[in-house]
């Protein structure tokens, strides 16, 4: 009777122990993604903004998928993958995630991720928060990588509107991937990071488009496509970083 | 009269207890996943008792309106006439929407002004134009059946009757008519196949030739958000502006799901088209240009559509008409049995 009320006592002892094992979890890293155009912040229909020639021009739409999002120690190669897919619409205020990982100690120096989706992901995505979406079978299926939307006026002209969407033209791959530098070593455990993009490069560097360029038919435009995804290569920028608040 | 509505509220309360939850709300293969409110979880009660208010007449001031009677299962839960009568012979300013695929939408009413399910029954119900009950009204009337008030301990039993729980009750019935066995879904599964013209049509409908799928996209055939595809340059219905009050707003209304357009004319929030055939033709060369027009509308150029280019994408419309959903809700609430003896106020 004794030995089976010590048996039980340890067993308990050793559930106990491994209960708090599993409790200590790291705190999750923090990833916020902020929309900007020239540094100004994305604000949907109401602020104004200068397209790089001049024009002036309003958003009404931006939805965007960000895949592979992963920490890197450039020096020893090791990664810590934060997330796999993240979509955001500017409208719903989902830009950004919060990443559960058990890495307390390793350092990271490098922030990668891929603007837009590979067919190898597509089964990663939730479509609860990627609505709408998807990009047609009869255009090579998939998914959009970007919608980004709105009115411009040309000069002396009527109002006119835009139609930025990127994807997969013909099941071909046109994501693009950033690796950029935090400008420090960093570890994974509450860190907080914030990504800002400057949805101006979409139209300079190393690719000039003016709205008068965008064809009217911009998915199935696989000349298009490649431009944009040239320059959608230096997208964003890290605009602060810290481990904790 | 009475005695057999009593017994028949009797018999589907006493049918609940054998169905179970894992029965409704079936999820379609390739639609997103359901997510119901934190705070009106399903039960098979409580879409039991959604169901008989629904086709409940006494729900209305005078008697004589239910949910149905503007949302009628044979037309997909829609209507078929532009605008539809209310209480008094109140004609309202807007088409019925039809209802269904309901679970994954954000806006409600044409103009969006419900962010709920919830919310939009409870305006119906009070609306002067179409149901005009109040609260007290609609309480002491649920209270008044005995079978009812069963139904609501059943459904609802840490609450009170209230118009709260009959909105959720009656949005727990709403949520169940999923529609997604139409030919274009068996197409889908394998089992059937189009013709060469609803291919076509297929095909036009998700190109950017006719850019329908942007709005309308697979598998609901609708986006569930806010545009204006162009009906006019000025509009004498702000839609969602005169929700949000933001001129960028202005015509703009939801997005429709296609399903069963075959039932669900007349078309667009004021009900102006007839039929596909007229959809398709204003696509094609009627839009009007405004500042607010989206810009999917391509500032409103024409689609340019040959004669048999029309005819595919309207045969292609066709195959989304779901006949066994209307079969799978004809008995609903055993409704004209039921509607007849709650008419009977």
């Given at each position: 009777m004794l030995k089976n009320i010590l048996f039980l006592s340890v067993a308990l002892g050793v559930m106990h122990c491994s209960s708090d094992d599993d409790s200590s979890s790291v705190q999750p890293a923090q990833v916020g993604v902020q929309s900007a155009i020239s540094n100004v912040n994305l604000a949907l229909d109401s602020q104004s903004y200068t397209h790089p020639d001049g024009t002036s021009y309003t958003v009404s739409k931006l939805s965007m998928i960000l895949t592979n999002i992963s920490l890197v120690n450039s020096t020893t190669g090791q990664t810590l993958a934060l997330q796999a897919v993240h979509c955001f619409d500017q409208s719903s205020n989902n830009a950004s995630f919060s990443a559960s990982h058990e890495d307390s100690s390793t350092e990271y120096d490098t922030l990668q991720f891929t603007i837009g989706i590979k067919s190898d992901d597509f089964d990663k995505v939730d479509e609860t928060t990627c609505e709408n979406m998807g990009w047609p079978d009869q255009l090579g299926g998939g998914y959009h990588y970007m919608k980004f939307e709105g009115y411009y006026t040309p000069s002396g002209g009527e109002q006119q509107s835009f139609l930025i969407h990127t994807g997969p033209t013909s099941g071909g791959d046109y994501t693009a991937s950033q690796s950029i530098s935090l400008g420090g070593s960093y570890v994974a455990a509450d860190l907080r990071i914030t990504l800002q993009s400057d949805l101006n490069q979409f139209f300079q560097e190393p690719n000039s488009i003016s709205f008068t360029d965008l064809?009217?038919?911009?998915?199935?435009?696989a000349s298009m496509q490649s431009q944009l995804q040239a320059n959608a290569a230096n997208l964003f920028t890290i605009s602060s970083v810290s481990n904790g608040g | 009269m009475r005695f057999l509505f009593f017994f028949t509220l009797m018999a589907i309360s006493c049918r609940n207890s054998n169905l179970g939850n894992d029965k409704i709300f079936l999820l379609p293969n390739g639609f997103p996943p359901v997510s119901h409110p934190d705070s009106n979880q399903p039960s098979s009660t409580g879409l039991q008792l959604g169901t008989l208010l629904f086709n409940d007449?006494?729900?209305s001031k005078d008697g004589t309106i239910s949910c149905a009677s503007c949302h009628a299962v044979s037309l997909a839960f829609g209507s078929n006439t532009q605008f539809s009568e209310g209480i008094n012979g109140s004609i309202g300013t807007r088409n019925s929407m039809p209802l269904f695929n309901l679970s994954w939408g954000n806006f409600f009413f044409w103009d969006g002004r419900a962010s709920s399910l919830e919310e939009q029954i409870k305006d119906p119900i009070q609306s002067s134009i179409e149901m005009g009950m109040t609260e007290e009204e609609l309480v002491t009337y649920i209270k008044s059946s005995e079978s009812y008030v069963s139904l609501f301990e059943q459904a609802f039993p840490d609450e009170s009757i209230s118009l709260d729980t009959t909105v959720k009750a009656l949005a727990q019935y709403v949520r169940s008519l999923t529609s997604y066995t139409s030919k274009y879904d068996k197409v889908k599964a394998g089992e059937q196949e189009f013709t060469t013209m609803e291919r076509d049509g297929e095909t036009l409908f998700f190109s950017e030739d006719a850019e329908c799928f942007h709005c309308h996209p697979s598998p609901i055939f609708t986006d569930f958000q806010m545009h204006n595809?162009?009906?006019?340059?000025?509009?004498s219905d702000l839609g969602y502006g005169s929700v949000t009050g933001n001129m960028v707003n202005n015509g703009q209304f939801k997005t429709p799901s296609l399903r069963n357009l075959e039932f669900t004319g007349p078309y667009m929030h004021d009900g102006r088209f007839s039929t596909i055939e007229e959809v398709i033709e204003f696509y094609d060369s009627g839009v009007h240009y405004s500042t607010t027009l989206d810009p999917l509308m391509r500032n409103g150029r024409d689609l340019e559509l040959n004669e048999y280019q029309k005819a595919a994408l309207a045969a292609f419309l066709r195959t989304l008409t779901d006949n066994d959903f209307i079969s799978q809700h004809a008995n609903d609430a055993s409704s004209a049995l039921i509607d007849n003896e709650l008419g009977d106020k």
């Amino acid at each position: 009777m004794l030995k089976n009320i010590l048996f039980l006592s340890v067993a308990l002892g050793v559930m106990h122990c491994s209960s708090d094992d599993d409790s200590s979890s790291v705190q999750p890293a923090q990833v916020g993604v902020q929309s900007a155009i020239s540094n100004v912040n994305l604000a949907l229909d109401s602020q104004s903004y200068t397209h790089p020639d001049g024009t002036s021009y309003t958003v009404s739409k931006l939805s965007m998928i960000l895949t592979n999002i992963s920490l890197v120690n450039s020096t020893t190669g090791q990664t810590l993958a934060l997330q796999a897919v993240h979509c955001f619409d500017q409208s719903s205020n989902n830009a950004s995630f919060s990443a559960s990982h058990e890495d307390s100690s390793t350092e990271y120096d490098t922030l990668q991720f891929t603007i837009g989706i590979k067919s190898d992901d597509f089964d990663k995505v939730d479509e609860t928060t990627c609505e709408n979406m998807g990009w047609p079978d009869q255009l090579g299926g998939g998914y959009h990588y970007m919608k980004f939307e709105g009115y411009y006026t040309p000069s002396g002209g009527e109002q006119q509107s835009f139609l930025i969407h990127t994807g997969p033209t013909s099941g071909g791959d046109y994501t693009a991937s950033q690796s950029i530098s935090l400008g420090g070593s960093y570890v994974a455990a509450d860190l907080r990071i914030t990504l800002q993009s400057d949805l101006n490069q979409f139209f300079q560097e190393p690719n000039s488009i003016s709205f008068t360029d965008l064809p009217s038919m911009i998915m199935g435009d696989a000349s298009m496509q490649s431009q944009l995804q040239a320059n959608a290569a230096n997208l964003f920028t890290i605009s602060s970083v810290s481990n904790g608040g | 009269m009475r005695f057999l509505f009593f017994f028949t509220l009797m018999a589907i309360s006493c049918r609940n207890s054998n169905l179970g939850n894992d029965k409704i709300f079936l999820l379609p293969n390739g639609f997103p996943p359901v997510s119901h409110p934190d705070s009106n979880q399903p039960s098979s009660t409580g879409l039991q008792l959604g169901t008989l208010l629904f086709n409940d007449k006494n729900l209305s001031k005078d008697g004589t309106i239910s949910c149905a009677s503007c949302h009628a299962v044979s037309l997909a839960f829609g209507s078929n006439t532009q605008f539809s009568e209310g209480i008094n012979g109140s004609i309202g300013t807007r088409n019925s929407m039809p209802l269904f695929n309901l679970s994954w939408g954000n806006f409600f009413f044409w103009d969006g002004r419900a962010s709920s399910l919830e919310e939009q029954i409870k305006d119906p119900i009070q609306s002067s134009i179409e149901m005009g009950m109040t609260e007290e009204e609609l309480v002491t009337y649920i209270k008044s059946s005995e079978s009812y008030v069963s139904l609501f301990e059943q459904a609802f039993p840490d609450e009170s009757i209230s118009l709260d729980t009959t909105v959720k009750a009656l949005a727990q019935y709403v949520r169940s008519l999923t529609s997604y066995t139409s030919k274009y879904d068996k197409v889908k599964a394998g089992e059937q196949e189009f013709t060469t013209m609803e291919r076509d049509g297929e095909t036009l409908f998700f190109s950017e030739d006719a850019e329908c799928f942007h709005c309308h996209p697979s598998p609901i055939f609708t986006d569930f958000q806010m545009h204006n595809n162009g009906l006019d340059s000025s509009f004498s219905d702000l839609g969602y502006g005169s929700v949000t009050g933001n001129m960028v707003n202005n015509g703009q209304f939801k997005t429709p799901s296609l399903r069963n357009l075959e039932f669900t004319g007349p078309y667009m929030h004021d009900g102006r088209f007839s039929t596909i055939e007229e959809v398709i033709e204003f696509y094609d060369s009627g839009v009007h240009y405004s500042t607010t027009l989206d810009p999917l509308m391509r500032n409103g150029r024409d689609l340019e559509l040959n004669e048999y280019q029309k005819a595919a994408l309207a045969a292609f419309l066709r195959t989304l008409t779901d006949n066994d959903f209307i079969s799978q809700h004809a008995n609903d609430a055993s409704s004209a049995l039921i509607d007849n003896e709650l008419g009977d106020k």
